[in-house]
């Protein structure tokens, strides 16, 4: 089904179209072959984002998905183990591509919120034997996306940080929404990504582009990367088209990200008030909401398709869970109507109540 015109798409932050501006910035960008190192833009935008993060250099590659798979290509060996969140997007939506291409395995652990403390990862190191996999990577996600975009803390990490120096392991941020943490808390980025070996942006969520990600670290991890990035056919031509639209985001649509959790705390405020409607995160909302219908008797999926009808979209995730990220394509109208539109529908859907 194509989607209804206009579409208030809560769905992802993907869903964000270049505007103007960055459309001019794409224009008149600078270009070579990238291929050769030389393109100008993108290694701009490599040079821009390894200050950004703290980290001595950077690549500019397609996806994020790309970056989590190159950075365990780098850090593993296959039999390799990484622990990460059960939830995370390294574990459920890559095509189980850590097991497919580095051959390494995960050790997840259950946590709702995404986050999970230095006890939790130590207690599932593996004592270094023969039979034992081998632990390798330590893997975050900043924020969590299926844990309701919650922020990793600054101590966290740095606790993190030591486990892994301790015991040999390599600590990975999956940053598809760092920026994020970083305008909620006020805090530079580099705070959060400088402690990693590896640790990556995406440019196609929040940022507002329409294509890439910049994963960065130490420049022989880098060195390597490069290798992956060509092998896996990730190198690119006149890549400096993207990389600008990347520049562009980065001096006018970070700030602005403020605005996005904004609209998704007045969502949960709208949201708020309806019996049987669990809403997650319950406070600190980033610009990810999730809701859990379990107690209104609706499913996610009828729900969704109410509203689909309304031109609202949202993100069925499970029998009664339904996602809903807010990002720069959507207004603070949007969401008065989008917040109204659930509410009425919800209504409207729900169970008969026994004796009603
Ligand atoms: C979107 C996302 C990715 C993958 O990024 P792409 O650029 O879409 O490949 C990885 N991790 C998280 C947490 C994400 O939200």
């Not at 050769?36 to 390894?50: F, K, Q, S």
């Not at 390799?80 to 890559?94: K, L, Q, R, T």
């Not at 004592?127 to 900043?142: D, F, G, K, L, N």
Request: proline share 5%; charged share 20%; net charge negative.
């Amino acid at each position: 089904m194509s989607p209804p015109s206009p579409l208030i798409d809560l769905a992802a932050d993907t869903a964000t179209r270049p505007g103007e501006g960055m459309r001019q910035a794409i224009a008149a960008a600078v270009v070579g072959d990238e291929q050769r190192g030389e393109d100008p833009t993108t290694l701009a935008l490599e040079t821009r984002v390894a200050e950004l993060l703290g980290q001595e250099k950077a690549l500019f590659l397609p996806s994020g998905t790309m970056a989590n798979q190159i950075a365990f290509l780098v850090h593993c060996r296959a039999g390799d183990e990484i622990v990460c969140a059960e939830n995370a997007h390294v574990f459920g939506s890559e095509g189980a591509g850590a097991a497919a291409l580095s051959g390494a395995q995960f050790r997840p652990i259950e946590t709702a919120t995404g986050l999970f403390s230095v006890e939790d990862v130590a207690r599932r190191l593996r004592v270094p034997r023969h039979r034992s996999p081998r632990s390798r990577v330590i893997a975050i996600e900043q924020t969590t996306n299926r844990g309701g975009g919650r922020i990793w803390p600054e101590a966290t990490i740095l606790a993190l940080k030591a486990l892994a120096q301790e015991k040999g392991l390599a600590l990975h941020m999956d940053g598809a929404r760092l920026l994020n943490a970083a305008v909620a808390t006020g805090l530079p980025a580099a705070r959060f990504a400088a402690p990693c070996d590896s640790v990556w942006i995406d440019l196609s969520k929040g940022l507002g582009c329409p294509v890439g990600a910049v994963l960065a670290g130490p420049e022989g991890f880098i060195e390597e990367a490069l290798i992956w990035k060509h092998r896996l056919g990730g190198a690119m031509r006149q890549s400096g088209i993207l990389a600008a639209a990347g520049l562009y985001a980065l001096d006018h649509n970070v700030a602005r990200m403020a605005e996005d959790h904004a609209n998704a705390r007045r969502l949960a405020t709208l949201l708020g008030g309806v019996p049987g409607l669990g809403l997650q995160p319950e406070g600190d909302v980033t610009n990810i909401l999730f809701i859990d219908l379990s107690g209104t008797g609706v499913p996610a999926r009828t729900l969704a398709e109410a509203l689909f009808g309304a031109g609202i979209r949202v993100n069925v995730e499970g029998e009664s869970r339904v996602r809903m990220v807010t990002h720069i394509d959507i207004s603070a109208e949007d969401v008065e109507v989008a917040g109204r539109a659930i509410v009425a529908a919800l209504a409207r859907l729900r169970s008969p109540q026994p004796g009603g």
